[in-house]
């Protein structure tokens, strides 16, 4: 079973840095993309960043300029360095994986989807 663990979150002063890692266990394949979503109070889960295992990136508007994600030297590892952080970055952030695997000689494939349980990011003022 594919397990996504998240570290790195805590409390921080606006102006401050953080950064996030996410490991990836239980699987031999190289995840596709890998990426960075979070959930404030009362809001819907958004995207912050994205990377695919060709290192493209993509990030939400609101964090340009200020985050960076990448992709680890390990298999399956991903950093979100966060710079910069504001009051509204706060949030439970999430590590996601996702792709499209071969599962047979026919060449059927099937998706994948994984979520790890969140780590609690909260920048004060």
């Known amino acids: 079973q594919v397990q996504l663990v998240e570290s790195g979150g805590g409390l921080v002063q606006a102006g401050g840095s953080l950064r996030l890692s996410c490991a990836a266990s239980g699987t031999k394949f190289s995840i596709d993309e890998m990426g960075w979503y979070r959930q404030a109070p009362g809001l819907q889960r958004e995207l912050v960043a994205r990377i695919t295992s060709g290192s493209s990136t993509d990030y939400t508007d609101s964090v340009k300029g200020r985050f960076t994600i990448s992709r680890g030297y390990a298999r399956n590892t991903v950093y979100l360095q966060m710079n910069s952080l504001k009051p509204e970055d706060t949030a439970v952030y999430y590590c996601?994986?996702?792709?499209?695997?071969?599962?047979?000689?026919?060449?059927?494939?099937?998706?994948?989807?994984?979520w790890g349980q969140g780590t609690q990011v909260t920048v004060s003022s």
């Open positions: 996601n994986g996702r792709g499209r695997r071969v599962v047979n000689v026919e060449g059927a494939t099937v998706e994948y989807d994984y």
